[in-house]
């Protein structure tokens, strides 16, 4: 064999190499039902805005367990998994702070369609505009929907990349509560 075609040889084991690590690696730090991975983590403090364009800090629930999602009015999969929230605020809102965080960078997404969703779909989960991206990058939020759950020492337990079902949702805030 020539030395082009070996060096070839062993770039190609190489990359075949480190794409089984990384499929090893993901699947050895997911939960046993695929729906996330353990973070154990502090949870990055960040501000976002209320509706009423008042400054909000993850912070300010810290003694409370949190349920931060980021979401698009745009994103398919977010408006999809979005009554499952909103029936997760019915039954768990006074006991866990919900934060769903609209990813509003004023072009593609506004403070008024965003809200013209929620309207329109009637949902009473409070919603939180990153209106300068702070909350998204200190989550380095690259696809939405994303969910991180936060308990009320304000670790980072667990997230959630891609839309959520009812009942996976239900099964992550109850965790929160134990």
Known sequence: MSKKMNVILILVLFVVLMTAAYVVYNMAGADSDGAGVRDEVAAADFTVYDQSGHEVNLSDFRGRPVVLNFWASWCTPCRSEMPAFDEAYKAYGEDVQFMMVNMTDGM?????????CIDEEGFGFPVFFDNRMEASSAYDVVSIPATYFIDANGTLVNHVIGAMDEESLMENVRGLLE
């Not at 593609?108 to 013209?116: F, G, I, M, Q, Y």
């Open 108 to 116: 593609r997404e506004t403070v008024e369609s965003a809200a013209e």
